[in-house]
């Protein structure tokens, strides 16, 4: 997107906007695909859940990774032109629900449509058991999140060592454990947390098949990192040290799975903002946008991720601060940006925006959230 598109779009949709590029989209996953050719890219929707980039990652070959029955259903009616009698084949294909505890509601919704679904614990075994027992089942493991910009390991996955007792425990229900899950934490830099999590899922496998229970399904997560600056190594990099520990450590005929969301969608939408008002604060100039971290700058309380702002205007940078629109002490955008003296009505925007910023917008204070303009669809 060049500076003159965003300024239109802007001008035509007014601001907050968020420009989502469908040919980044298609890009990203087509360099998902090149550099782990092996692996099935599950799209982790619950990054960004606008329905036209499910649509768009199916038409590249995508499955889906969804959190919850709203985005199962997001998924499931966004995809177009399978004939009725393939619907049971669709689920297993192109989605898995891989939030580890569900309730029993969903549960109930999920069991018609066949799906693999994830657990971690002995109650939660119990409870697809008794509410979705033709669900396949993919035990989720507990491995090092260490560097990950968000930790997950303590909340979710088994301990290695009581994995096998409950892959043991969904045969002796009567259910089918499909497979292994795992995640190494979103945004993982430390690349030796997925070398590591490998590791301990072979090991698993192979006591589990001396026990009688051959797995065939591995699930190696999300996690991979989006380029948002210099210092994160590329893809390609952690692309080779996967397929070697999966060519090192498992079966020819082992199913592997990935659930990417940031590393899809996050380099694929821009947020084009207004100069709402300025001020100068303790000799420190600055600025409020008619955006918040309420809204589409969310990411930066619950993702752990900060954004940097660019101006269209030329000038000589300086230090200043940026706050969005709310009402709220805590609606800081940044207190260390480098713009030039900006003027109010002067457009501001921010890049790689596409991931955990949309998604997890608000209503706070009444405003609503950005508009979201896809180009290239």
Known sequence: ????????????????????????????????????????????????????????????????DVASMPEFMLVYENIKGLPAGEQQDFIWDKIIYANPTKPKETLRALDRYKP????????????????????????????????????LSSKFGCDPGDAVDLLNAAFDMGLVAEGLSFHVGSQCTNFQNFVQALDIA???MRESKSRGHEIKILDIGGGFPAPY????????????????????????????????????????????????????RDGKPCY?????????????????CQYHLKSFRKGKAEICAVFGQTCDALDKISLSEELPELQIEDLVYSENIGAYSSASATWFNGFPPAKIVHLNE
Do not use: C
């Not at 003159?4 to 035509?12: H, M, T």
């Not at 799209?43 to 649509?55: L, M, S």
């Not at 089942?137 to 999140?145: C, D, F, K, T």
């Not at 390609?236 to 996967?242: C, F, H, N, Q, Y």
């Open 1 to 64: 997107m060049t500076n003159k598109q965003l300024q239109s779009i802007a001008r035509e949709h007014g601001t907050p906007v968020v420009v989502i590029d469908h040919d980044i989209l298609r890009r990203n996953y087509a360099e998902f695909k090149k550099h782990l050719p092996n692996v099935q890219a599950y799209f982790a929707v619950k990054a960004n859940a606008e329905p036209a980039i499910v649509r768009t990652f199916y038409k590249a070959g995508a499955s889906f």
């Open 116 to 151: 693999l679904v994830t657990y971690d614990n002995p109650a939660e075994l119990e409870k697809i058991k008794r509410y979705a027992p033709h669900a396949g089942v993919v035990l989720r493991l507990r491995v090092p999140n260490t560097g990950s910009m968000v930790e």
């Open 202 to 204: 072979a090991a698993v």
């Open 229 to 280: 600056n210099k210092h994160v190594k590329p893809f390609s990099a952690l692309a080779r040290k996967i397929n070697a520990e999966i060519d090192r450590l498992f079966p020819k005929d082992i199913q592997i799975l990935a659930e990417p969301g940031r590393f899809l969608v996050a380099t694929a939408a821009t947020s084009v903002a207004t100069v709402i008002g300025k001020a100068v």
């Open 288 to 304: 409020y946008i008619d955006d918040s971290v309420y809204h589409t700058f969310s990411g930066i309380i619950f993702d752990h």
